[in-house]
T-cell receptor, first 108, second 114 residues
């Protein structure tokens, strides 16, 4: 069945460092891909999405490119802030299957 | 703008008790989902629904039941609660053609079974 694999966390970075969180997927057909973010004590909210191969989703300085040839959707940000500390989830449609989440901790 | 509303926010159950977690959305979404999130873990899909009268099992359906009699409501029923069902439960909804829309999540229900 469909599945999503994310790199294990936590990822610990200093402020202004470069961020990459890896995500790969297995799916039949051509799913859409998403990154969701969960701040402490809250539900998930959409960060960005891509609906077809080679699409790039972007929001709040985060980017991810839908790579069909490598079945990947890695999340990147050029300069992280303390406020980016959260858990990040990669997901795919149509059942909206999530990866295990990657906790990001950013220190001043 | 209410979005997705879950009740209750917290609940403690004794082993063998039953309860219903309520979820309602006011966005006229066809797709609705129930997930559980165990401490330090990701989200596991319990059940989902693509419209009123239609439900289907997710990854971890055992011990749960759902119904979808209206577009707005998607209650999750726990029968004979067990300690393994201690978790945070999230309900979500999304429009038809989920590929192009985002899913909206409730604030979660923290359930403890003792």
């Amino acid at each position: 069945g469909d599945s999503v694999t994310q790199m294990e966390g936590p990822v610990t970075l200093s402020e202004e460092a470069f961020l990459t969180i890896n995500c790969t997927y297995t799916a039949t057909g051509y799913p859409s891909l998403f990154w969701y973010v969960q701040y402490p004590g809250e539900g998930l909210q959409l960060l960005l999405k891509a609906t077809k191969a080679d699409d790039k989703g972007s929001n709040k300085g985060f980017e991810a490119t839908y790579r069909k040839e490598t079945t990947s959707f890695h999340l990147e940000k050029g300069s992280v802030q303390v406020s980016d500390s959260a858990v990040y989830f990669c997901a795919l449609t149509d059942k909206l299957i999530f990866g295990t989440g990657t906790r990001l901790q950013v220190f001043p | 703008n209410a979005g997705v509303t879950q009740t209750p926010k917290f609940r403690i159950l004794k082993i063998g008790q039953s309860m219903t977690l309520q979820c309602t959305q006011d966005m006229n979404h066809n797709y609705m989902y129930w997930y559980r999130q165990d401490p330090g873990m990701g989200l596991k899909l319990i059940y989902y629904s693509v419209g009123a009268g239609i439900t289907d099992k997710g990854e971890v359906p055992n011990g749960y039941n759902v119904s979808r009699s209206t577009t707005e409501d998607f209650p999750l029923r726990l029968e004979l609660a067990a300690p393994s069902q201690t978790s945070v439960y999230f309900c979500a909804s999304g429009g038809a053609g989920l590929a192009d829309t985002e899913a909206f999540f409730g604030q979660g229900t923290r359930l403890t079974v003792v």
